[in-house]
């Protein structure tokens, strides 16, 4: 398979910019536009953020499934949806930070109807987006290229918004012309930018299924194993990386008293993109996919562990942990989208039948939770510090504040390396899983194995119908494939 050239790695990233015009003005500003301007209380704001975005997550399985039955030969299967569900996405970001005077019940009833709404849109065209990598190439070094480009692009707009949107969210401010405003230009912006991914774009994978039945679907979940504990482990990061964006605003302005650095933290997080997507792919190479999540994550854990244990008065302490733990977060999500990738792989290998949109679908479920679970607890946590909206705040609302943007991440993403420490499906499983299915295309097999193929040396051969033994993906972190295992980057142009 050739090389992804510039210019698709460049439209996969304006996708996710796109999607982040939406998302990331969500997670960064949607809570303090409740509680600040449309007068939502912070513990009834955090119940709704829990409730939406639970509901949300569950929804992610129906276009997961909408995703695995569609197919067109001119577009693919998953372009048309970024294509057709983009305006009404981006029309619904407008909508939420809209809210009109309906009284408190009517305000409160406002948002969980157009939050809920906007959540459904976006899985509609995030997941056939998120989909879309795994159909672009099953190179490892491609796919960190297409994972940097992602988090350029969303980190292209996180440090937009740092910079010019969240100096002006300050007391006194006439905040809701600022967000209409801010939304209805993206709604421009966004729209060129997702057409900009349909163009540029291509799906080069081979799929000897085009159209998936419900039976084949969960089949494929059933037996994916390393599926299921990248998704716990994304589960309890997005807890913690939720919470701490969450609350990133108030521990700047409320806790540090130091709004002006908003915009250098955000210069800072767009450099720090830079320069991890341009050394991603040879970490990657280097230390494996799985090694690099887990040190990352640690990154994470020392900055939250340095944000609940500075004083309010060391600033630049305070500031340094931030930093700190969102390098970290930073470089987990350049990689998990390429751990996510090679979880299809797996599926396929183990059934024969390749379905992205069902896998990015409970992936996506999983870390939709974790933001509904994170942001909610973030909430509760400024409720039950006794946050007040344009007032000096106490010191337990303070601690509030640190717990939340520090605390939490902390323990969340410890949990999160646990699980991940257990991770079998390595760089080195991934390169025989890879051989094993080209076996099998090359044989003309659909649904099932050539032949049993030799375990690695130590191993015991269960003799089952997916060619290579499960004992096979059992290996060590330091395990290397066989020769014949490395042809990705060695024949590819």
């Known amino acids: 398979m050739k090389r992804l050239n510039n210019l698709s790695i460049v439209g996969y990233g304006a996708g996710d910019a796109a999607n982040n015009l939406a998302f990331t003005t969500a997670t960064m500003f949607l809570l303090v536009y409740y509680t600040d301007v449309a007068g939502i209380s912070a513990a009834a704001a955090g119940t709704l953020l829990l409730v939406v975005r639970i509901f949300d997550a569950f929804a992610d399985v129906l276009p997961g499934r909408v995703v695995d039955r569609a197919f067109s030969k001119r577009f693919g299967k998953f372009r048309p949806f970024i294509m057709f569900g983009s305006i009404p996405l981006l029309l619904l970001s407008v909508a939420t930070f809209s809210i009109p005077e309906l009284g408190e019940s009517g305000a409160l009833l406002y948002a969980y109807v157009t939050y809920a709404a906007l959540g459904l849109a976006y899985s509609l065209v995030n997941i056939p987006y ?17 994972g940097s480009a992602r988090m350029v692009g969303a980190l292209l707009v996180g440090s937009a918004l740092g910079i010019f949107v969240a100096p002006l969210i300050k007391p006194g401010a006439d905040l809701q012309s600022t967000f209409t405003t801010i939304t209805l230009v993206f709604v421009v912006i966004g729209a060129g930018l997702y057409f900009f991914t349909v163009l540029t774009t291509k799906e080069r994978v081979h799929r000897a299924v085009p159209n998936v039945s419900f039976k084949q679907s969960m089949d494929t979940l059933k037996g994916n194993k390393p599926l299921m504990m990248l998704c716990l482990s994304s589960f309890f990061f997005l807890t913690g990386y ?14 540090l008293h130091r709004l002006d650095l908003y915009p250098v933290l955000s210069i800072i997080q767009l450099v720090l993109t830079f320069v991890l997507a341009a050394v991603m792919p040879r970490l990657v190479r280097n230390f494996g996919k799985k090694k690099v999540y887990i040190y990352s994550s640690l990154l994470t854990v020392a900055g939250g562990i340095i944000i609940f244990l500075t004083p309010a008065s060391q600033v630049w302490v305070g500031f340094s942990g931030l930093l700190l733990s969102l390098m970290g977060v930073l470089a987990v999500n350049i990689v998990v989208w390429a751990l996510e990738a090679d979880t299809v792989e797996y599926g396929e290998w183990k059934t024969g039948v390749r379905t992205e949109g069902i896998t990015y679908a409970l992936f996506s479920f999983t870390r939709k939770t974790g933001q509904a679970v994170g ?30 943007a520090g605390a939490l991440p902390a323990v969340m993403t410890i949990l999160a390396v646990l699980v991940m420490s257990k991770y079998t499906l390595t760089d080195a499983t991934h390169a025989r899983i890879l051989t094993e299915i080209r076996a099998r295309r090359e044989g003309g097999v659909i649904g099932g194995a050539v032949s049993e193929a030799p375990a690695p040396e130590g191993t015991t051969t269960a003799g089952n119908a997916n060619g290579m033994s499960d004992a096979a993906v059992e290996l060590s972190d330091n395990a290397a494939p066989p020769a014949a295992a490395r042809p990705l980057a060695a024949t590819t142009k």
């Open 130 to 146: 998120g989909s879309l990598a795994g159909a672009m190439t099953q190179d490892p070094g491609e796919r960190a290229k297409l």
């Open 375 to 404: 942001g909610a607890l973030a909430a509760y946590a400024l409720a039950l510090g006794g946050y007040k909206s344009g007032a000096a705040q106490t010191s337990d609302a303070v601690f509030g504040i640190q717990f939340a």
């Open 242 to 255: 939720l919470a701490l964006t969450s609350v990133q605003l108030y521990y700047l302005r409320d806790v």
